[in-house]
């Protein structure tokens, strides 16, 4: 990330150029930006916020996926949880003409998933419905949406947080690990009918 915004500082014009822009989506123009703009960022203080985002919980999502498919399948199930936090945040803002950079709603994919692995024994995910998953959850969340709505992010400054994004992602990657690791997982978890998404219980 810190490479990826020192390229970024040294030409503005990207952030115009490859961010995502809510309106594109329903009247035409770049809508490709939802993928695009995970890699661009407001300033420093944005950067340092999300690398430090992705150290605390990459590691635990990295660390249940297998070999060479399973970095494949980190790297994709990263970029699908930022595209799908862009998409969303253009769908709650659809006329929205304002920019969105950052890589913050496939990080907070990265938290979601995290928390459902937090502690795990077997690599497996926890169950939806396990207050050790809902708790930090729905504490995580109201945080978010405090914080978002008040401005009182560091470093945000005058810049709009995108809070819904940052929630749109978070409920993306909870609900994509347990499918994700079928694919990709260190170990192959068997359906459990009576787990949310085929999760198995935490």
């Known amino acids: 990330m810190p490479v990826l915004y020192w390229v970024q500082?040294?030409?503005?014009?990207?952030?115009?150029?490859?961010?995502?822009?809510?309106?594109?989506?329903?009247?035409?123009?770049?809508w490709p930006g939802?993928?695009?703009?995970?890699?661009?960022?407001?300033?420093?203080?944005?950067?340092?916020?999300?690398a430090l985002g992705a150290l605390a919980f990459a590691p635990p999502v990295a660390r249940v996926m297998k070999g060479g498919a399973g970095v494949v399948g980190f790297l994709l199930f990263y970029m699908v949880?930022?595209?799908?936090?862009?998409?969303?945040?253009?769908?709650?803002?659809?006329d929205s003409g304002a920019t969105l950079v950052g890589a913050s709603g496939a990080v907070f994919?990265?938290?979601?998933?995290?928390?459902?692995?937090?502690?795990?024994?077997?690599?497996?995910?926890?169950?939806?419905?396990?207050?050790?998953?809902l708790v930090p959850a729905g504490v995580l969340m109201a945080v978010n949406a405090a914080t978002g709505l008040a401005g009182l992010v560091p470093g945000a400054g005058d810049l709009q947080v995108a809070w819904e994004a940052h929630a749109v992602g978070f409920v993306a990657g909870a609900l994509l690990i347990g499918p994700w690791l079928r694919l990709f997982g260190a170990k192959p978890a068997p359906f459990d009918s009576r787990a949310d998404l085929g999760d198995a219980p935490g």
């Open 34 to 50: 939802v993928l695009t703009s995970m890699f661009l960022h407001a300033n420093w203080a944005h950067v340092g916020m999300n």
């Open 9 to 30: 500082a040294r030409d503005p014009a990207l952030i115009q150029a490859y961010g995502f822009i809510p309106a594109s989506l329903l009247h035409g123009g770049w």
């Open 109 to 133: 994919g990265l938290i979601g998933a995290g928390l459902r692995l937090l502690r795990v024994k077997d690599g497996r995910p926890r169950r939806l419905t396990d207050r050790r998953f």
């Open 81 to 94: 949880c930022g595209v799908l936090a862009a998409a969303g945040y253009g769908l709650v803002h659809p």
